[in-house]
């Protein structure tokens, strides 16, 4: 079984530049996640899809990042424009579903975006 | 911000030795998770909780969901080279929808 792919796999880019990331998650996972793990830390959620609707994107910053899964399949993650303190990995994840053994989330290798 | 205390933060251990790391919340939480991360990678699932008072095992790694579901365990027996990388556990409340909040991470090098 194909895991979670995710492109890029690195990306440098400069402060006010745009930015997206790509995510498939695993055949058949109707839940999806965003997540950004900064050096040292834990991840930490930035949005979570259920199937093509937006179930959490609280610690989301609106202001500038955006998120879709549009056929409730793939997805992207936009910044723009970013910011230095947008350097961090950006992991993709996903599970059958959201509760109990469902909730098993599978993660992608990563995107790790370095903004100068 | 994170509401898991992970501890500890670092181990420097022998081949061979035994690891243990734990978890701890002010909250209850209904499942536990633990992930172990190599260098470049995503997290990769180790072993999964559901119950309190269960204990897991997966080959030489055994974990536990504590009995006042605010804390959980997990040991490495026998470590070998490739137990280096960074342990991360996770845990999900009741009514988050799936929501996991992971520790900052317990960082292990194995020296030969």
């Known amino acids: 079984e194909a895991g979670v792919a995710q492109s890029p796999r690195y990306k440098i880019i400069e402060k006010r530049q745009s930015v997206a990331f790509w995510c498939n998650p695993i055949?058949?996972?109707?839940?999806l996640y965003w997540y950004q793990q900064i050096l040292g830390q834990g991840p930490k959620l930035l949005i979570q899809?259920?199937?093509?609707?937006?179930?959490?994107d609280s610690q989301l910053p609106k202001d500038r990042f955006s998120a879709e899964r549009l056929k409730g399949v793939d997805s992207t993650l936009k910044i723009q424009p970013a910011k230095l303190e947008d350097s961090a990995v950006y992991l993709c994840?996903?599970?059958?579903?959201?509760?109990?053994?469902?909730?098993?989330?599978?993660f992608g290798p990563g995107t790790r975006l370095t903004v100068l | 911000g994170q509401q898991l205390n992970q501890s500890p933060q670092s181990m420097f251990i022998q081949e061979g030795e035994d690891v243990s790391m734990n978890c701890t919340s002010s909250?209850?939480?209904?499942?536990w998770l633990w992930y172990k991360q190599d260098p470049g990678e995503g997290p990769v699932l180790l072993i999964a909780l559901y119950k309190a008072g269960e204990l897991t095992s997966n080959g030489r790694l055994t974990a536990q969901f504590g009995i006042t579901r605010k804390d959980s365990f997990l040991n490495i027996s026998a470590s070998i080279p490739s137990d280096v990388g960074i342990y991360f556990c996770?845990?999900?409340?009741?009514?988050?929808?799936?929501?996991?909040?992971f520790g900052a991470g317990t960082q292990v090098v194995v020296t030969p």
């Open positions: 996770a845990g999900q409340q009741g009514d988050s929808w799936g929501k996991l909040q």
């Open positions: 055949s058949g996972h109707a839940t």
């Open positions: 899809f259920q199937n093509n609707g937006v179930v959490d």
């Open positions: 994840a996903s599970s059958l579903g959201t509760s109990g053994r469902l909730n098993e989330q599978f």
């Open positions: 909250s209850i939480f209904n499942t």
